[in-house]
């Protein structure tokens, strides 16, 4: 009897040791899912691939009226980011990028990058290749990428409430086709549409300005009271008049 118990109790004392060093070899791992895996913690100074991937997730976090540069440099404006991003959703807002980020982001994504309440065919209801507009189709489907991760942060500032995209991609004949202005930033992928829902036009309009846009149209603004449309101009415009911008 009493070699039974032995056996049981160093038994039992393995199978703790063995959970307690499996949490110790997970404690501070962030686990990937199919889309992109970071291998480091970043703060500002680091540089490379993984600050550029860090950079396109946090491109709706850059403060009123800024834009965050994609440029792989983690510098004073991508640690504001991150730690508006950091606050956002409840973590320490530190501005260092570690597993707890990291595992925020993968939870955000879908296994081909994009956030999870956006797609691309959400962003390209023109064609299935992403060509014929102004851009190569590889450049007009990252810059679609990047306006999701700047649509994915306006949706989560607005209660995580659903966001309708109305109109993305445009090839030149798909925007010919719809009468939109021949320079239209649809022909770059950089360029929504968003249709009223549980916000007003208005209040897209509004809190767009704190997430990356630099192109806004809204009410007000000629051909644009039926939407608000966002973009990534070369410089600031917004207009939506009768939003007060």
């Not at 290749?129 to 306006?154: F, Y």
């Not at 719809?178 to 549409?193: I, K």
Request: charged share 15%.
């Amino acid at each position: 009897m009493y070699t039974r118990v032995v056996r049981l109790v160093t038994a039992f004392v393995m199978i703790m040791a063995g959970a307690w060093a499996g949490t110790l070899a997970t404690a501070g791992t962030a686990h990937a899912d199919g889309c992109y895996t970071w291998n480091r913690t970043l703060s500002q100074g680091a540089s490379g691939a993984d600050v550029t991937q860090l950079q396109i997730r946090l491109g709706g976090y850059p403060g009123y009226g800024a834009v965050l540069a994609v440029d792989g440099e983690f510098g004073p404006a991508t640690t504001a980011a991150l730690k508006r991003f950091q606050s956002a959703y409840g973590l320490a807002a530190d501005g260092v990028a570690g597993p707890n980020t990291f595992n925020k982001l993968y939870a955000l994504q879908d296994d081909d990058c994009t956030p999870i309440h956006f797609s691309y065919s959400e962003l390209n209801d023109c064609n299935t290749t992403w060509s014929g507009g102004a851009v190569s189709a590889a450049t007009a489907k990252a810059n679609a990428l990047r306006t999701m991760w700047k649509l994915e942060a306006l949706r989560h500032a607005l209660g995580d409430q659903p966001i309708t995209v109305t109109s993305g991609f445009r090839s030149y004949a798909c925007n010919d086709a719809v009468g939109g202005a021949s320079s239209s930033r649809h022909l770059y992928g950089d360029a929504a549409d968003l249709g009223a829902g549980p916000h007003s036009l208005c209040t897209l309009a509004k809190q767009a300005r704190n997430h990356g846009f630099r192109g806004i149209l809204g009410p007000g603004y000629p051909g644009h009271n039926d939407h608000t449309h966002v973009d990534h101009r070369s410089s600031q415009y917004w207009s939506a008049p009768t939003c007060g911008i």
